[in-house]
């Protein structure tokens, strides 16, 4: 059996930064506790902490986090089983 060639990490760097540099407010995310899927808009955001929650507006589970300081920020998505964001249709592929 022949070893699966791999990337090192440092590969994700171009896809993932135009992927994360659009407006995710027209992303659609479906919430890992019910199922329910929306835009990314329409979740319950509460900014009492020290950082943002976003709730499911359908079962007001967590579905995400954001905290921001001066030199970082802190993403966390474990409440969304996935984000689907629009592209422009003239992006390039990702490599296979």
């Keep these: 059996m022949t070893e699966m060639s791999y990337l090192d990490g440092n590969m ?6 135009e992927l994360l ?3 995710l407010s027209a992303a659609t995310g ?3 506790w019910c199922g329910m899927v929306g835009p ?13 929650v ?10 995400l986090r954001l905290v921001r300081a ?3 920020a802190w993403l966390d998505l474990r409440g969304a089983t996935y984000l689907q964001v629009p592209m422009p249709p003239t992006g390039p592929p990702f490599p296979r």
């Design 40 to 52: 990314m808009a329409g979740l319950r955001v509460y900014a009492h902490a020290p950082g943002l």
């Design 21 to 23: 540099a659009v407006d």
């Design 70 to 72: 001066p030199d970082r």
């Design 54 to 63: 976003g709730r499911c507006p359908a079962c007001a589970e967590v579905m």
């Design 30 to 32: 479906r919430c890992a």
């Design 12 to 17: 994700l760097d171009g896809p993932l930064r």
